[in-house]
């Protein structure tokens, strides 16, 4: 029999908290037989959403934190002073033994702080990247870093290399992944400080697939499978990736519904273009793992609503599976001896 995988989950955390993930949680437990759910918050609220579901009992437990942490407070000082908060709460299950996997909508800030001070990183591990799926015409490809580290430096990188194309072989399945690096042009020569610096680095790694620089409008196209910058460069395509996705969906429904002749015309093309608008749907592939730490932290977005947070859920069956946090520790510490 299968091993099951206990996952923390912040029911505070998010725009839509708790409702929508109180949700997300009854759906993965429903939808997968290895799941279990601790929720972790004002267990009052969480109940009172609980008590709306049928769901499979054993599968869903409710641990109180008297404390939220807002998106507006400071990071640090939150994680090291609201000791009972559901974020600290759940990463110390992590820390503890008692959870595979803490997943959160909270707060970016606190979730990055507390998961090096709580969960900590894997010894040798410079920084923690997060790490998004993206959506692309040939599947997806991992963003990586996309919000962590806005200061990184070429050792930083060359790491995020490593434990992207780690992820991406044993996670998503995609042998020998390609590796590239996010730059203003194509040629070796061009670029910033940090791109020229770290270039040569990835160059010589043997254990990864590089195949040199990748401009922004590649990234769409799948031109690789491991997508490498720091955090400020990532965070920016993140979000423009996003907001032309939003509004190309919006044009496009408008587009349909214009005239009596495009309306006829929706309803012939209506299941392709369901099934590409689904294809580009971030919710579908769950949310960013912060890689690196000692357990498994996967922060989703603020707005997520119930999909995203199921997904988010379910996908840390495979990394528990995969043993990601022993690859990463036996590849990349091995090469620092």
């Known amino acids: ?138 599947g997806v490809s991992l963003l990586i870093d996309c919000g962590a580290n806005v200061d990184a430096r070429p050792s930083h990188l060359v790491q995020f290399a490593k434990m992207g194309s780690i992820y991406m072989e044993n996670v998503i399945g995609k042998k020998n992944p390609t590796v590239a690096i996010v730059n203003i042009g194509a040629e070796e020569e061009k670029g910033n400080a940090l791109v020229k610096d770290t270039f040569p680095l990835l160059k010589n790694c043997s254990d990864i697939n590089f195949i040199g620089s990748i401009e922004a409008r590649e990234i769409p196209n799948g031109y690789a499978d491991v997508i490498v910058c720091e955090a400020f460069v990532g965070n920016v395509i993140l979000k423009l990736y996003e907001g032309v996705g939003s509004v190309f969906k919006t044009m496009l429904m408008q587009g349909l519904m214009s005239t009596t002749r495009s309306k006829i015309g929706a309803l012939l093309v209506k299941p392709a273009v369901k099934k590409t608008l689904k294809s580009f749907d971030a919710s579908e592939y769950g949310g960013a793992p912060l890689l690196g730490l000692k357990g498994l932290v996967v922060k989703t977005h603020g707005s997520s609503k119930a999909k995203e947070i199921k997904n988010s859920i379910i996908q840390c069956i495979t990394f528990k599976e995969q043993q990601i946090n022993e690859k990463i520790k036996k590849n990349l510490i091995q090469d620092e001896v």
């Not at 709580?118 to 410079?126: A, M, S």
Request: proline share 6%; glycine share 8%.
């Open 1 to 138: 029999m299968a091993e099951k995988v206990r996952i923390a989950v912040d029911a505070m955390g998010g725009d839509h908290a708790p409702l929508e993930i109180v949700r997300g949680a009854v759906e993965a437990v429903s939808e997968r037989d290895r799941i279990e759910v601790i929720l972790v918050g004002l267990s009052e609220q969480v109940e009172a959403e609980l008590a709306k579901y049928t769901y499979p009992k054993g599968r869903i437990q409710v641990v109180h934190a008297s404390e939220v942490i807002a998106t507006e407070e400071p990071p640090v000082m939150a994680i090291r002073k609201k000791k009972n908060s559901s974020i600290v709460v759940a990463m110390n299950m992590v820390k503890n033994g008692e959870a595979d996997a803490f997943v959160s909508a909270g707060s970016s800030g606190a979730i990055l702080v507390g998961g090096q001070l709580i969960v900590g990183r894997i010894k040798g591990i410079e920084r923690p990247p997060l790490a998004p799926l993206i959506p692309t015409s040939k």
